[in-house]
């Protein structure tokens, strides 16, 4: 396998938030002036990856996407109709675009996630294992990168990611100390604690 750089994106965007309770769906929350799906596209954004690819699903996202994003040749959308079936089928619609782009690599994050940062995007992307993945104090979190070739390894089915490929390929992963915080906003008990690092 070769270690480059990784040069494609892909947010994951396209579950119900089932566990949440708020009025909005959550990424729709607004979180200190802003949704935490615009803070999580944000972050990604600013992290200038050649190629962002957004799976969307279960809520209408485009007024939080700019008209400048979508016409961008760096930046695609592309909607995931199986989104019910869980976490592992956004991924293969993700997989697709980043094969028919020609990526050997791409670095996976989550968009329920709003305060992995930038530069945590960054990091796990100029890894030189072909298996890597974010640490916050310690523990792992998102975005993840994964080469090409373990790309068939990935689930189909059901609500995982990559996270499965850790215990079968630990000799091929790289854990990688970033800054921020991978915190999902699960319920509504994590606002406060989003906000808070969000501010900071």
Known sequence: ???????????????????????????????SGQTVFAWALKNLMQ??????IVVTGAV???????????SSDNFQIVNNSNWQTGMASSLQCGLQIA???GASTVVIGLADQPAITPSSWQRVASATAPLAVATYNGVRGNPVRVHA???PLLPTTGDEGARSLFKSHQDLLEEIVCEGSALDLDTTNDIDTLTRLLRQ
């Open 149 to 151: 070739e373990l790309w």
């Open 60 to 70: 209408d996202l485009s007024s939080q996407i700019s008209e400048t994003m979508i």
């Open 1 to 31: 396998m070769k270690n480059d750089v990784a040069s494609t994106a892909i947010l994951l965007s396209a579950g119900s938030g089932s566990r949440f309770s708020g009025t909005n769906h959550k990424l729709l929350t607004e979180i």
């Open 47 to 52: 992290a200038n990856f050649r190629h962002n």
């Open 99 to 101: 094969q028919s782009l």
